[in-house]
T-cell receptor
């Protein structure tokens, strides 16, 4: 079945540092890929997505590129802020599977001033 | 006002008690989902509903039941709560019409003693 593996946290960075959170996936078809973010005390919200190979999703300075050859969708940001502290989830959905999301385990990011 | 609301936000109960968690949405979406979140495991799908007459089991439905009272309401019940059902529970919705983004409620933290 489908699965998503992402790096374990917590990831602790200083403000303005570069961020990479690794995400790899296993899927039977051609999934859409997502990054969701969960701020403290809140539900998940979509950060960015990509629906086909080589697409780049971007939002709020974050970006991720759908790499079919390496089955990866790594999340990157060039300069993190304290307000980026949250838990980040990589997820996939199969295009013919009714929007079912399969999530990775989540990576907690802590950004220090 | 929030598009997806969940009640209660926090609940502490005892083993063997029946518990109902409620979800309401104002987004007009047909599809609704219940997930549970456990540390390090990401979110796992409990049940989902594509419309009022369509209810489907997810990955971890044992010990849970659901009711889709209307397009806007989707309730999750624990008939006889047990301690390993202690978790954070999220409701989500998505649009039937092509987009596969899911929109999450703020979550219900359930503790079973």
């Amino acid at each position: 079945g489908d699965s998503v593996t992402q790096m374990e946290g917590p990831v602790t960075l200083s403000e303005e540092a570069c961020l990479t959170i690794n995400c790899t996936y296993t899927a039977t078809g051609y999934p859409s890929l997502f990054w969701y973010v969960q701020y403290p005390g809140e539900g998940l919200q979509l950060l960015l997505k990509a629906t086909k190979a080589d697409d780049k999703g971007s939002n709020k300075g974050f970006e991720a590129t759908y790499r079919k050859e390496t089955t990866s969708f790594h999340l990157e940001k060039g300069s993190v802020q304290v307000s980026d502290s949250a838990v980040y989830f990589c997820a996939l959905s199969e295009n013919n599977a009714g929007n079912m999301l399969t999530f990775g385990g989540g990576t907690r990011l802590m950004v220090k001033p | 006002d929030a598009d997806v609301t969940q009640t209660p936000r926090n609940r502490i109960t005892k083993t063997g008690k029946r518990i109902m968690l409620e979800c309401s949405q104002t987004k007009g979406h047909d599809r609704m989902y219940w997930y549970r979140q456990d540390p390090g495991l990401g979110l796992r799908l409990i049940y989902y509903s594509f419309d009022v007459k369509d209810i489907n089991k997810g990955e971890i439905s044992d010990g849970y039941s659901v009711s889709r009272q209307a397009q806007a309401k989707f309730s999750l019940s624990l008939e006889s709560a047990i301690p390993n059902q202690t978790a954070l529970y999220f409701c989500a919705t998505s649009d039937l019409k092509g987009t596969d983004t899911q929109y999450f409620g703020p979550g219900t933290r359930l503790t079973v003693l």
